[in-house]
């Protein structure tokens, strides 16, 4: 797999030393996007859930207080630029810590809620994303061991071999733990049931650009085709 | 592709490298099976480290200096991730509890010790650690300096240490902070001042590490200012 097979143009690479950045069409508008989101996230307010209550006629409100509401923006603002930097990084250890940033902001978000359920999911969910370091980092440091390198844009041009396919399932089974889809999704769609909206959404927009950009990396490593 | 080894590299240390692999893998492996057998949340929750030591063993095995470099973030992410989730622990426990207006002390500092050697001993040992930690730079020196300042701190606490001090220190540390970013920056930016570029590095993480103490000093100052009244 080449890499404007994937990312369409190649607009430029930017070296620095060893660790080669690499801007394609691709990158740049999931960089773009994600950059966008956190800005409107940055200038939103949270939402206020109100239920009213089965017979009588008042509302039942749960609000968010002041300082959670600050923590909580600073924690979707850190999530937006890491999600950023996860789409543009071209190295593969700053990725993976892109992505490990992204789980442990996450959990942030959350950690303040009142509810006990939510609370509880959040743990699960933290424990998952601790024991997807060692896949993760396992899989880069088989990629590193096997290739030399950690710059995509070198790895691109080394024929795969074994180890190489080898160490691009383990970091998969790192960024779907890491990120909370498909087999580790229960406890992450939990997280979700609390007030505070719109900063609640940068936790489900980052595992979906970490999971699209991370199949990109995974045929750049792997070259199946 | 096989990526030549240079020769230099001992053939016992290559053969070492699935060996290693292995024992991450298995290592992650007997971790998942006490924390499937493990029903309380405390200890699901250290029983987690098990597994990213496997991680840590897996990025040694590579044996380079890259790893080396690697093995510090690795390490750096568990420990924040573990700090995350307690934090979390906490708070859930405090939920149930129904204890949201009490607070917890993060470090019980006031402890009331009046011992003699806690007068005249500190500023000795801390001038000595200091010292020591200047020579030796980076990241061990910030260490050592910091262990020497925190020494001084923890045994002045009985006196009281003046509040300005700790929060001037905490400024220092983030503007030292920079010097640091601006030295690993000349690396890649200026390769040629490389030496310009190591120094700033290591005197500016020197005294960075060093100040973190000051961080603590702060976190403690209200605990002993109320002990005082």
Not at chain 1, 152 to 162: K, Y
Not at chain 2, 94 to 121: F, G, H, Q, S, Y
Request: net charge negative; hydrophobic share 55%.
């Amino acid at each position: 797999m080449d890499i404007t097979t994937l990312g369409g143009q190649l607009l430029g690479i930017i070296p620095l030393g060893d660790i080669v950045l690499y801007v394609t069409t691709f990158n740049l508008f999931m960089f773009a996007a994600a950059l966008v989101f956190t800005v409107l996230i940055a200038m939103s307010k949270t939402e206020k859930q109100v239920e009213a209550e089965f017979g009588t006629l008042n509302d039942r409100e749960k609000k968010v207080g002041k300082d959670e509401f600050k923590v909580r923006r600073f924690l979707s603002i850190i999530c937006g630029l890491a999600t950023a930097g996860a789409m543009i990084t071209g190295d593969l250890f700053n990725f993976t810590l892109f992505v490990t940033l992204i789980g442990i902001v996450n959990i942030g978000i959350v950690s303040a809620v009142k509810e006990v359920d939510v609370l509880d999911s959040a743990f699960q969910y933290g424990i998952i994303a601790m024991l997807a370091t060692l896949p993760l980092f396992g899989g880069a440091a088989l990629i590193l061991a096997a290739t030399g390198t950690l710059s995509m844009f070198e790895i691109v041009n080394i024929p795969s071999t074994a180890m190489m396919i080898f160490g691009s399932i383990l970091l998969f089974i790192g960024v779907a733990g890491e990120s909370g889809v498909a087999p580790f999704f229960a406890t992450k769609a939990e997280m979700f049931r609390t007030a505070g909206s719109p900063f609640l959404v940068i936790i489900h927009l980052s595992s979906l650009l970490v999971i699209v950009r991370a199949i990109e990396v995974i045929l750049l490593i792997s070259k199946p085709f | 592709m096989v990526v030549p080894v240079p020769d230099v590299v001992s053939p016992v240390v290559v053969s070492l490298y699935i060996p290693a692999i292995f024992t991450g893998l298995l290592v992650g492996l007997i971790g998942l099976m006490a924390i499937a057998y493990q029903k309380r949340d405390i200890h699901i929750l250290i029983l987690t480290d098990i597994v990213g030591y496997g991680m840590l063993v897996m990025v040694a095995a590579v044996g380079t200096d890259l790893a080396e470099a690697l093995i510090l973030p690795g390490l750096v992410v568990e420990l924040a991730e573990i700090l995350a989730i307690s934090e979390l622990l906490m708070s859930r426990e405090m939920r149930k509890l129904d204890k949201t207006t009490e607070t917890v002390e993060l470090i019980p500092v006031p402890i009331n010790l009046n011992m003699e050697i806690l007068e005249t001993a500190p500023v000795f040992f801390a001038i000595i650690l200091v010292i020591y930690g200047a020579f030796l730079s980076g990241f061990t020196g910030g260490a050592v300096a910091g262990a020497g300042i925190l020494f001084y701190v923890l045994s002045k606490v009985t006196r009281g240490v003046p509040q300005n001090i700790w929060e001037g220190l905490s400024a220092t540390a983030g503007v030292i902070w920079c010097l640091w970013l601006i030295g690993f920056l000349i690396f890649f930016v200026a390769p040629d001042y490389w030496m310009l570029g190591l120094f700033l590095a290591a005197f500016g993480l020197f005294i960075e590490v060093a100040y973190k103490a000051g961080l603590i000093g702060v976190i403690g100052r209200e605990e002993f200012k109320r002990e005082k009244e």
